[in-house]
């Protein structure tokens, strides 16, 4: 990757990792003005550390099986990446939740209110 251009730097973005449709119907309707929501089920996805550094958040579900390993996605973000970008997790059982704080995610919701957040996560990290 070449360097990011202050264009690529201004976009507001964010990573979803979820493979439920409806949800993520639900949430690209809740989408602000401006903002691009990139999906996938893996980092490699979305690119190298330095294009996964240009999104604002990570919205990530904990209980989707078609994602591989939530925990492990979190520990690549911090200690391979060393990257601290919004962690943003919902779903998971308290002892699943308990595994992706202690890889450093940021907040937990449930399912039934991840959607409704994302305005106030656009809002926040709209700058």
Do not use: Y
């Amino acid at each position: 990757m070449g360097v990011a251009s202050i264009q690529d730097r201004l976009r507001k973005r964010f990573l979803w990792m979820s493979s439920d449709e409806a949800l993520r119907a639900e949430a690209e309707a809740r989408l602000l003005p401006g903002w691009e929501m990139e999906c996938g089920m893996d980092l490699e996805d979305f690119g190298d550390w330095q294009e996964i550094l240009l999104r604002r958040f990570l919205v990530l579900d904990l209980d989707d099986p078609a994602i591989a390993d939530p925990i492990g996605i979190v520990d690549t973000l911090r200690r391979e990446h060393q990257l601290n970008i919004p962690v943003f997790c919902f779903g998971g059982d308290s002892d699943r939740r308990l595994e992706a704080r202690q890889a450093r995610a940021d907040r937990f919701f449930e399912r039934e209110e991840i959607a409704d957040r994302l305005e106030d996560f656009q809002k926040q990290f709209g700058w």
